[in-house]
């Protein structure tokens, strides 16, 4: 919302000197955000003039059009002899008055004006366009300025062109403030001045003799007022005031009835619709729209009507989205000037809407056909309904005023009815919240600053303003009053915090994990929790998948991801992609984070307090209320894990490193981790990991599936891991010991086992450390063999089993024993037979 300081003025009485920046400085400190101060016409100086054209000499032999002119400009430059100007522009004739700078004036840019030689004549000067002036982009031609201005008239002071305009970014929940109205309130508490109200009309009651108006959908519009001028000039143009508000409001002039409905809900914050009645065919019908139907907007599109869509109807169908957009068969019809005769036909009787609609349905209408404007910017975020009839009667008489309209003695109405609200807030809810003391009377005052209602005395009953719909619990109201009292009025105090805790067990795990991976050559990177079905179909995820179930997110960033992650996997792999779009080829990333698994049950979370700590009842419910939020760690690697130098080649990433990575991350849980092979989307089904502790699969690893990289784009034999870090560090009970280190000598036993193939690796492995007793140190497979001399359906595996005591050196006899026994206990539990026997 751009706001004009000298408009602004015009509602509430700032001090003189106030400067734009102190005025945004206040709004600032009230809760508003206001992004810049622009300085109008700072930099520009004069003189600049009013210059009524007296002859025109059209010079040939050009590219381009080029005027000799004349030019009369009073006593302005000193001789009171009409000025000598050569210009380009072909947009006025002789008689008309037109803005002239004169030689030592200065324009915006900054652009200094001196007398100079061109096209063989003497300018001394120049006339002047919009753009030149700074008072928008419009440069297809100079300023004609109505005839009753005298030559000599200062057109500096004339035009404005020397102001302050605030640009403040209007939150949601401040609807209001999309208005001159709201932010003149906001500033007549800033400075605690009283505010001049736009909207305090007369306005005569409604009566049956108005335009006919039928709501059939009260709900979707809960207001419907309609006025109704006769007798417009259409030959009437909007006065320089009323252009100039609008161009500093960053909205273009257009014609004159436009330009009022513009300008009032700018003022109020209502916006307004204007029909040529000679165009409407009978009642006008507030419906939703039939199936099939159609409508031709104002931007000449054909547009396809969904049957949420709230229309404005007349007997020929629609002729208006509304809130949204009017129809083109009832549009304003431009002025048409005769040339022969001088006579200006065009739309002479105006129907004037003043409407309030349900915001949701705005927003939906104005999103579903990519539709924004003005009017459903203020709708979709509330305006206020009983400010209808005051901005009707304001449109009513600047047309009056303006056009020598005649307005109708007819006043349409339609109201539904709205229940009060009425909030009961203790006294000192404020203080409390704020940890300071206000006292009931700034309470009191400071709501009836913003338009509120109040009585009572240790309980206030407070009736918020009609414009306030996001004024709903004490709560609300207490932030008012802090917003209004200052912020930087609220004390700083730091929180008492129990000495000696620290962080919890899974903090500190949470913190090794991510330690250990970043010590093992990964990167972490953070993604937004955000995913779309696009993401799970390239996952290659069944329809039954249980991660295809999501958490939907009612008003997401973005459509095309519309719901909360249910894995770390799309959101890491579209990391890795876009570095491997960037040029970086060889990557080892991670990331931790939340999922968010829906619950079988919803509920709704209840609303907590924030003057104090809420109960264990209703900390328990608002969790109920949340969705499932593990917490898992991912990797993904690509390219070479070993890098290429001169000491030779390199290896490429494969699934044994993402393998690794996860028993990385279950040694900084001081668990021992189980790896079976495993299909599992989105894995290579040959080359899966199934990752468990103590028979409880906790994610998988390995290499990504060819459909998948190629579904991703990503590169060759891409390879990731996933685990859940919650059932992971489940057992945590205090800190992670390191293995026992012992000062006697190791004893080495080699073993070479025959197994059927489908034996997984794992099983022997876990039958070894079984049998082999207290004395086996570490255990580790080094080589893997299928051929001829292992048999037909069988493989060999060779393990290293290293045995040592913590109190004495072992003997031959005990390391035999201990590897007999593990070689034993393969046998019974494999079938595993010793390579060699």
């Excluded at 300018?123 to 004609?144: P, T, W």
């Excluded at 917003?483 to 962080?503: C, F, H, I, S, T």
């Excluded at 990333?589 to 979370?605: D, N, Q, R, W, Y």
Aim: charged letters at 25%; one cysteine or more.
């Amino acid at each position: 919302m751009r706001v004009p300081l000298s408009w602004l003025r015009e509602y509430v009485d700032l001090p003189a000197g106030e400067s734009g920046r102190d005025v945004a400085a206040r709004l600032v400190r009230a809760g508003l955000e206001v992004e810049t101060v622009e300085q109008l016409g700072a930099d520009l100086k004069g003189p600049l003039v009013v210059g009524q054209v007296l002859s025109i000499e059209e010079l040939s032999g050009f590219k381009k059009p080029i005027r000799h002119c004349f030019v009369n400009v009073g006593d302005a430059n000193g001789t009171g002899e009409p000025q000598e100007i050569v210009c380009g522009a072909t947009n006025f004739a002789v008689g008309d008055k037109v803005v002239v700078v004169l030689p030592g004036a200065v324009l915006p840019g900054p652009f200094p004006i001196a007398a100079r030689q061109t096209y063989g004549h003497t300018s001394a000067g120049m006339i002047c366009s919009a753009r030149e002036l700074g008072m928008g982009d419009d440069h297809n031609g100079i300023i004609v300025l109505p005839p009753e201005y005298e030559p000599g008239t200062d057109a500096i002071e004339l035009l404005q062109l020397v102001d302050e305009v605030l640009d403040i970014a209007v939150t949601p929940d401040r609807g209001y403030c999309l208005s001159m109205r709201g932010v003149a309130r906001e500033a007549a508490a800033a400075y605690g001045l009283p505010l001049a109200d736009p909207a305090l009309l007369d306005v005569p009651p409604a009566n049956s003799y108005g335009y006919l108006v039928k709501v059939a959908d009260p709900a979707g519009c809960d207001r419907f007022v309609a006025r109704t001028v006769t007798g417009v000039d259409p030959a009437a143009q909007s006065p320089i005031w009323l252009q100039r508000r609008l161009q500093k409001s960053g909205i273009r002039p257009i014609s004159l009835t436009v330009d009022i409905t513009n300008y009032v809900m700018l003022e109020v914050g209502q916006p307004l619709h204007a029909y040529d009645r000679s165009r409407v065919d009978g009642p006008i019908q507030v419906r939703r729209a039939n199936e099939g139907e159609t409508l031709t907007t104002l931007d000449g599109t054909v547009r396809k009507l969904s049957t949420e869509d709230l229309l404005i109807c007349d007997n020929s169908g629609p002729i208006g989205l509304a809130g949204v957009m009017g129809g083109a068969s009832t549009e304003i019809t431009d002025p048409v000037t005769d040339p022969e005769t001088g006579v200006t036909t065009g739309s002479t009787e105006i129907i004037i809407e003043a409407a309030h609609f349900e915001p949701v349905t705005i927003a939906r209408t104005a999103k579903r056909h990519k539709l924004p404007s003005e009017a459903s910017k203020r709708f979709e975020r509330g305006v206020d309904p009983e400010a209808a009839r005051a901005a009707a009667q304001r449109a009513v008489d600047l047309l009056v005023l303006i056009a020598g309209g005649t307005a109708e003695a007819g006043v349409t109405d339609i109201a539904a009815p709205h229940p009060v609200r009425t909030i009961a807030i203790d006294a000192d809810l404020p203080d409390r919240v704020a940890g300071t003391e206000y006292g009931r009377e700034t309470v009191t005052r400071r709501l009836q600053e913003i338009g509120a209602t109040v009585a009572g005395a240790d309980i206030l009953e407070v009736t918020p303003p009609s414009w306030r719909p996001d004024l709903t619990d004490p709560y609300d109201l207490a932030e008012e009053v802090i917003r209004l009292e200052g912020y930087d009025n609220v004390p700083a105090r730091m929180p008492m915090v129990p000495p000696g805790r620290g962080l919890t067990e899974a903090q500190r795990f949470h913190r090794r994990t991510g330690v250990a991976l970043a010590a093992a050559g990964f990167v972490e990177v953070n993604n937004y929790p955000f995913i779309g079905e696009a993401a799970l179909d390239a996952l290659g995820l069944d329809a039954a998948d249980t991660r295809r179930r999501t958490v939907k997110l009612v008003n997401p960033l973005n459509d095309e991801e519309p719901s909360l992650r249910t894995s770390l996997l799309p959101g890491l792999l579209g990391a890795l992609r876009r570095n491997v779009g960037r040029g970086n080829t060889d990557l080892a990333i991670f990331e931790m984070g939340t999922v968010f698994l829906p619950k079988a049950e919803l509920s709704v979370a209840p609303r907590l307090p924030v003057d104090r700590r809420p109960s264990a009842e209703q900390l328990a419910e608002l969790d109920a209320a949340l969705p499932h939020q593990p917490r898992r760690v991912a990797v993904a690697l690509a390219g070479e894990r070993l890098p290429s130098g001169w000491w030779g080649k390199g290896a490429a990433a494969s699934w044994a490193d993402a393998v690794e990575a996860a028993r990385t991350v279950a040694r900084a849980a001081g668990v021992e981790l189980t790896v079976r092979q495993a299909q599992y989307a989105p894995w290579h089904p040959g080359r899966c990991a199934e990752l468990s502790v103590a028979g409880i699969v906790v994610g998988h690893a390995g290499e990504l599936h060819p459909r998948v990289i190629k579904a991703l784009h990503l590169p060759e034999r891409t390879c990731a891991m996933e685990l859940d870090l919650d059932l992971l560090g489940a057992d945590l009970s205090g800190r992670v010991s390191g293995p026992p280190v012992s000062g006697y000598p190791v004893a080495t036993q080699d073993v070479a086992l025959i197994v059927d193939t489908a034996v997984p690796a794992v099983e022997v492995e876990t039958a070894l450390r079984d049998g082999a007793g207290e004395l086996l140190e570490s255990l580790r497979l080094f080589d893997v063999f299928t051929g001829e001399q292992a048999g037909e359906g069988k493989k060999s595996l060779a393990y290293t089993l290293r045995f040592r005591a913590l109190d004495r050196t072992l003997t031959a006899d005990e390391a035999t024993a201990a590897r007999e026994s593990a070689v034993a206990a393969a046998a019974a539990r494999t079938g595993a037979v010793l390579r060699g026997a």
